[in-house]
């Protein structure tokens, strides 16, 4: 996250703050949801858990930052055990809610964690079938005082059944109403490259292969040049022989650039010179010969013009 992004999502918080202070009863607040979920549903689910919230504290508010985000700002780490009641401090409430909204196979799987001071902790969760509308919580009801009605002693995670046809998606009336704003995200487009740019860009090709192949051939002259004196180096004392072997050494690193920088070159030079070549084409019209009458000054005739397509 961004600082600026930071300041933005923290202005609507500070706004919150008094608020939350003036009241005298329990203060809950349930925080944005956060998981791989799409930003829609999220919001789906953060509006049913709120209204969960308020059945059973109905000064419950909603939060403009995820868990994530107020621990950022706080500057702690949010797996770390003290980091919650520092969150809880500066949010100055006594109760946190936070979720998670994860996709899984054929559903979705809903995690809410309710966080108190001194470390407390309640956890729910449950999974929403395919399909199925996400804003259907019962499983997560119990969480705030709320039992739903089904049947008794079972410890498995509630499934919801998908109805006949799949939920309408819910509008930014609907979440405006809950204080909760989905803001749209855009989506960059690709800008094509300059013509020109990119004239400019195959020149340098050009030349820099050309380059390369003039230090190749530089390379290759001295190598030639250090064999030449290998054939007149003498070879009759263990001195000389030493020699040699350096001169033969120099001449093979020298040969070998002169392959590298050679080869190099002409591949760069020669991309660079069929996209120039045919950039070049594409910007112009196809030459054609054109035969036409013509009345000349002692006669007529027939005219042969070489030229492009109007």
Not at 48 to 72: M, Q, Y
Not at 273 to 295: E, K, N, Q, W
Request: hydrophobic share 45%; aromatic share 4%.
């Amino acid at each position: 996250m961004t600082p600026r992004r930071l300041v933005v999502l923290l202005a609507p918080a500070v706004a919150l703050w008094p608020r939350l202070a003036a009241a005298e009863s329990h203060k809950l607040l349930v925080m944005q949801s956060e998981g791989r979920a799409d930003a829609t549903t999220r919001a789906k689910v953060d509006v049913a858990i709120l209204k969960l919230a308020r059945a059973a504290e109905p000064r419950a508010a909603a939060g403009v930052l995820s868990f994530t985000d107020a621990a950022t700002a706080v500057g702690c780490r949010p797996d770390a055990a003290s980091c919650k009641d520092k969150v809880l401090g500066m949010l100055g409430v006594d109760e946190i809610v936070t979720a998670s909204v994860m996709p899984k196979p054929g559903g979705l799987e809903i995690e809410v964690h309710r966080f108190a001071r001194g470390g407390a902790k309640r956890d729910a969760r449950m999974v929403v079938a395919a399909g199925a509308p996400p804003d259907k919580l019962d499983g997560i009801a119990p969480l705030f005082g709320e039992p739903p009605a089904p049947s008794a002693g079972s410890s498995e995670p509630t499934i919801v059944e998908p109805p006949g046809s799949p939920a309408p998606l819910i509008t930014e009336q609907q979440l405006a109403s809950e204080g909760i704003t989905v803001l749209p995200v855009e989506q960059p487009k690709p800008q094509p490259m300059d013509p020109a740019t990119r004239r400019h860009l195959e020149l340098a090709g050009m030349a820099g292969g050309g380059g390369l192949v003039v230090v190749g051939l530089v390379l290759w002259s001295a190598a030639s040049g250090v064999q030449g004196d290998i054939n007149k180096a003498p070879s009759v004392t263990r001195q000389d022989l030493i020699n040699l072997r350096h001169l033969e050494s120099k001449g093979d690193t020298y040969a070998t650039l002169g392959n590298v920088f050679t080869v190099t070159g002409l591949v760069a030079g020669g991309v660079a010179t069929y996209f120039y070549l045919r950039d070049r084409r594409a910007g112009t019209a196809s030459p054609v010969a054109r035969v036409t009458p013509a009345v000349l000054d002692h006669g007529a005739g027939l005219v042969l013009t070489f030229g492009a397509i109007p």
